[in-house]
């Protein structure tokens, strides 16, 4: 089992519609969570952190996050063209050395 | 601000040879790592640097070595380049607490023949 699990995609939403994005993880003491976005041929950017279960708002992105199913989502409102990109979840584990551990990305795409 | 940077941004090796890559970041961050980033496997963990004078070994250490040379800098070296670490590189750095988000660089993007 991966540490850090995400559906590879490509996930199709229309221009206007929410993007789901999913994430789950194996190490059940993990305590940061963070989602990134990646253009092709740049870097990860980071759009989000959260560290408490529940939902985390920041304009158009909510994160939420659930600690007894090992669950993290990233949710885009009123998602846009310019949304298309792979998202990347990471997790740091409870080594206490905070290293990051990111899944394979979902790739997004939206549709005008 | 700067952020991260990385040099260089693009790089040909033949195999066998030798090369290092640049990391700086102005931060001040206590952390640093390494990655590489292969299509269909995500970001992966060369070595890290939890704080100055200290390094590790992530998930795909072999054939590399890492020096932390200051609080600023951690280079990645490659002794003897391999067809198989074609790949894009990226530095990245973080407060190194809980709640510390990492901040990348813009990449190196390597190519071995």
């Not at chain 1, 190490?27 to 989000?48: A, C, V």
């Not at chain 2, 090796?13 to 206590?30: E, F, V, W």
């Not at chain 2, 269909?40 to 704080?51: K, N, P, V, W």
Request: hydrophobic residues 30%; charged residues 20%.
């Amino acid at each position: 089992q991966k540490e850090v699990e995400q559906n590879s995609g490509p996930l199709s939403v229309p221009e206007g519609a929410i993007a789901s994005l999913n994430c789950t993880y194996s190490d059940r003491g993990s305590q940061s969570f963070f989602w990134y976005r990646q253009y092709s041929g740049k870097s990860p950017e980071l759009i989000m952190s959260i560290y408490s279960n529940g939902d985390k708002e920041d304009g158009r992105f909510t994160a939420q996050l659930n600690k007894a199913s090992q669950y993290v989502s990233l949710l885009i409102r009123d998602s846009q063209p310019s949304d298309s990109a792979t998202y990347l979840c990471a997790v740091n584990p409870p080594s206490g050395t905070y290293k990051y551990i990111f899944g394979t990305g979902t790739r997004l795409k939206v549709l005008a | 601000n700067a952020g991260v940077t990385q040099t260089p941004k693009f790089q040909v090796l033949k195999t066998g040879q030798s090369m290092t890559l640049q990391c700086a970041q102005d931060m001040n961050h206590n952390s640093m790592y390494w990655y590489r980033q292969d299509p269909g496997m995500g970001l992966r963990l060369i070595y890290y640097s939890a704080s100055e004078g200290t390094t590790d070994k992530g998930e795909v250490p072999n054939g590399y070595n890492v020096s932390r040379l200051n609080k600023r800098e951690f280079s990645l070296r490659l002794e003897s380049a391999a067809p198989s670490q074609t790949s894009v590189y990226f530095c990245a750095s973080s407060e190194g607490r809980l709640k510390g988000e990492a901040f990348f660089g813009q990449g190196t993007r390597l190519t071995v023949v």
